[in-house]
């Protein structure tokens, strides 16, 4: 019988051998049938099935083994793999524990046990199995290398280094070794050694895609843009259709900002892969970039036939047709997404307090603050839950549109802004007494400034500030431009002259932006606006600098605490005008800006350029469309009422949605007037300047007034009459005619504003007195050293409020 019974045995494992699996079954079964406690045949049959997936079938073999010898070591792995395969988590360590147990030396159960552990996450202790692993047999490089993937998990990427290295000097033909290496020190910013890892990479193996790819990603991002192509290029030839390599060499054309070749290689991408959701969302992305909204919104529909469950792209769409002033149409979107996750709150705050762009009275505008006001109050209780990764993708509309309400703002931006701090408790300080606030800067180191600016903000920032940077005392302070790196090589740079201005790439992932921020040690932070998208809005929340402050950039408090000051001016602000803020007020002398002179390129022309008769007396409103208040629409009828010559222009939104909804409040508002008012395509800067100067007065809006604007105006000499209100967002042109010694063109309220602008567009001698009067006295607001002066004295108390 034995002898029949370990020859069936042996059949048995010859078939095993050579994974003829039912024969193999059937004999070891046979084996069982004979002896149903044959070890053996047990433990094999586990491991069988084990081998064709089927786990249940497995962990009930090798337990029947398992109870025969609870001793065995090996029985006891094998069956917390079957139960590791099987989902049985606890189950699989309890086994594992048991074989360890069994046989303290069992080198693969602590390697498995290390592997489930960092399944779970819990990944000092996988950490710590491989360590035992290694001091079994000091020549394993899996558990090597498995203690560096975990490492560089952890972002520990020099020691993660380490362990890649140790494991390479046991077995030096390991090139993914290489790779993980590069990438290491890339994420370090050790670009040469990087460089020379993913290259000794590629020369163990030609073909290593993976490489080329990692390797083209350093040189995207270090704006070698041409030798990053060049490798994608090298790659391309090796695997035509490589789908990373493709997209690599994308995302080099969208940083040269080659929209239109970034989208025809994902046209390929899409044709290669048809089926890829992300690829289409991409694409999508991309088409918003060059303004093609129709082709976006289609784009972005194709990932969602792919993927019905894809919520980027229900929230592309939403965002588009919410820029769009299409509120009824983003929240179709909007809800779809909650129906997909009824679970995220912030998004349900948002379409709570949604409201429309272009508001069609007074009425309306109080009848949605105070929406805002209940819903907020409604989610104080309890706040609002997000994580870092839904920063980013968070809409900020309603407080983005607050301050072209003409409403007191503080109390409700304040409100807004606590709703998250819960998620930030751990960043956050609330500086009542900033002398606590320790510097990051030895006493013997430059304090280091930052001005932090968000992507798509660049323009108007450096048109306001690039005076101020060009003129900072030198050696004093060190001073860094914290901004997407590609845009700031292509719209900040180029107008630097300072050469002490250093510069930070903004990852336009928050939590990387964070980190970067974070360890670049600034002692002050500047931020150029908060609140005018996602990510200038949480950033402040992380305290990312002892001192935090803002400006001119948005023309209102942040409503957050973790903004220490925000610099104004004593003409900006009015009596009491403190109460305005949560931040620490503080006043310079002058405007806050060193505004260089407009100034065109090109001789001016006529009006009939612009089809505009010289008959007609031309007021020009430039302002942005939502700074048109509905309670300025009085002002434009009784204009046009008054002056029969009269045409009162806009430039149209780059949105045509937009100017469609304020020209159908405009022809219910001033209907007997409306074939007056004429909305312009929007043009160069050049034409701009040149209509600018064509125009009889620049009408500035009430409650928001202008501020470029004013000084575009002021530097070809045609006046701009205001009324000013109490808050800063409505007192710019006012304060520049302040410093001009100039009241001629301020308004004390709607009536009075209304005959200055009547006055000034049809009394020509009248006209040219005043214009030559803002001739004579504008350059007071231009090119002020004394502004910069006042900045570097904004500094210095700032900063004197830390120590070391």
């Known amino acids: 019988m034995k002898h029949t019974v370990e020859n069936i045995f042996y059949q048995a494992q010859e078939s095993h051998k050579v994974n003829y699996f039912i024969k193999a079954e059937k004999l070891y079964k046979d084996v069982l049938e004979i002896d149903k406690n044959h070890f053996n045949s047990l433990s094999f049959l586990g491991i069988l099935y084990g081998q064709q997936d089927k786990y249940q079938d497995a962990i009930l073999y090798l337990k029947k083994a398992y109870e025969l010898n609870k001793k065995n070591a090996v029985i006891c792995n094998n069956l917390a793999e079957a139960y590791r395969r099987n989902g049985e988590i606890n189950n699989a360590i309890k086994y594992l524990t048991k074989a360890i147990d069994n046989n303290p030396r069992f080198e693969q159960a602590f390697f498995n046990l290390g592997g489930i552990l960092s399944e779970k996450k819990d990944y000092k202790k996988a950490i710590d199995n491989y360590y035992k692993v290694i001091h079994i047999n000091p020549k394993n490089t899996k558990a090597y290398n498995n203690i560096g993937n975990l490492l560089f998990i952890k972002e520990d990427y020099l020691e993660a280094i380490n362990y890649y290295n140790t494991s390479l000097k046991i077995d030096n033909n390991q090139l993914e070794n290489y790779n993980r290496i590069g990438l290491s020190f890339a994420l370090l910013n050790k670009v040469e050694q990087s460089i020379h890892y993913y290259q000794e990479s590629i020369n163990l193996n030609p073909k290593f895609m993976e490489a080329y790819n990692n390797f083209g990603s350093l040189m995207n991002k270090i704006g070698n ?22 997209k690599g060499l994308a995302n080099v054309k969208v940083n040269q900002f080659l929209i239109g070749e970034a989208l ?15 690829s289409f969302y991409i694409m999508g992305s991309l088409f918003l970039k060059v303004g093609d909204y129709e082709k976006a919104i289609e784009t972005f529909e194709k990932a969602i036939n792919i993927d019905p469950s894809f919520t980027p792209a229900f929230q592309s769409i939403a965002i588009l047709l919410e820029k769009q002033g299409k509120i009824e149409e983003a929240l179709l979107y909007y809800e779809k997404i909650l129906k997909l996750k009824p679970e995220d709150q912030s998004l349900a705050f948002h379409v709570e307090t949604i409201t429309p762009t272009i508001f069609k009275s007074s009425e ?75 510097s990051n800067s030895s006493s013997n180191e430059k304090k280091h400034i930052g001005f932090l600016i968000s992507a798509g903000h660049e323009s108007i920032f450096i048109k306001s500030v690039l005076g101020i940077l060009n003129n900072l005392k030198k050696g004093q302070y060190k001073y860094t431009i914290i901004s997407e790196k590609s845009r700031c090589e292509k719209i900040i740079k180029p107008d630097i002259l300072n050469n002490e201005i250093e510069y930070l790439d903004l990852p336009t992932n928050i939590k990387d932006a964070i980190k970067v921020v974070k360890e670049a040690k600034f002692d002050l932070l500047n931020f150029w606006e908060v609140g005018t998208d996602s990510f200038n809005f949480f950033l402040p929340y992380f305290k990312l600098a002892p001192i935090q402050s803002l400006s001119w950039g948005w023309p209102l408090t942040s409503g957050n605490k973790a903004i220490d000051y925000y610099i104004s001016s004593d003409h900006l602000e009015s ?37 505009l008769s010289d008959e007609n007396n031309i007021y020009f409103c430039s302002q942005t469309l939502l700074k048109v208040h ?46 007056r008012i004429k909305f312009v395509e929007r043009m160069s800067f050049d034409d701009y300047l ?13 409650y928001y007034t202008g501020a470029n604007t004013t000084y575009d105006a002021f530097s070809v000499g045609v006046p701009v009459v205001t009324l000013p209100d109490k808050y800063h967002r409505s007192r710019h042109t006012y304060a520049a005619y302040q410093e001009m010694e100039m009241q001629d063109c301020i308004a004390k309220d709607v009536d009075d504003y209304i005959e200055k602008v009547i006055e000034l567009g049809t009394n020509k001698k009248y006209h040219q007195e005043i214009s030559k009067k803002i001739v004579e006295k504008c350059d007071v607001v231009f090119e002020n050293i004394g ?12 900063l004197s409020k830390t120590k070391s």
């Open 575 to 611: 009596e009491g005008s403190e109460k305005h803020y949560v931040e620490e007020l503080f006043k310079i002398k002058y405007l806050p800006t060193y505004y260089y002179t407009p100034k065109s390129k090109y001789d001016f022309k006529k009006r009939d350029f612009f089809e």
């Open 364 to 438: 309306e505008i109080n009848f949605y603050r105070s929406k805002i006001e209940n819903v907020i109050e409604k989610y104080s209780k309890k706040g609002i839950n997000i994580n870092l990764d839904e920063c980013s993708n968070f809409t900020i509309q309603s407080f983005y549109m607050m301050p072209y309400h003409g409403r007191f703002d503080r109390e409700l931006r304040e409100k807004y802004v606590k709703l998250f701090q819960n998620n930030f408790d751990q960043y956050h300080y609330e500086n009542k007494n900033l002398i606590s606030n320790p």
């Open 787 to 798: 502004v910069v002066h006042e900045y570097e004295r904004f500094f210095e108390y700032a």
């Open 264 to 278: 025809d290689i994902y046209d390929k991408i899409t044709h290669i892969a048809p089926n890829l959701t992300e």
């Open 690 to 702: 040149n209509l600018v100067a064509l125009s009889d007065v620049m009408i500035d809006t009430f």
């Open 630 to 675: 509905p309670d300025f629409d009085y002002a434009i009828k009784k204009i046009l009422e008054r002056d029969k010559f009269g045409v009162v222009l806009f430039l149209k939104d780059k949105q045509e949605s937009i100017s469609n909804l304020l020209i159908e409040r405009l022809k219910n508002t001033c209907s007997d007037v409306f074939l």
């Open 225 to 246: 843009y041409q030798e990053a192509i060049n490798i994608y290029l090298t790659a391309l030839k090796i695997d035509p259709i490589n789908l990373d390599s493709l």
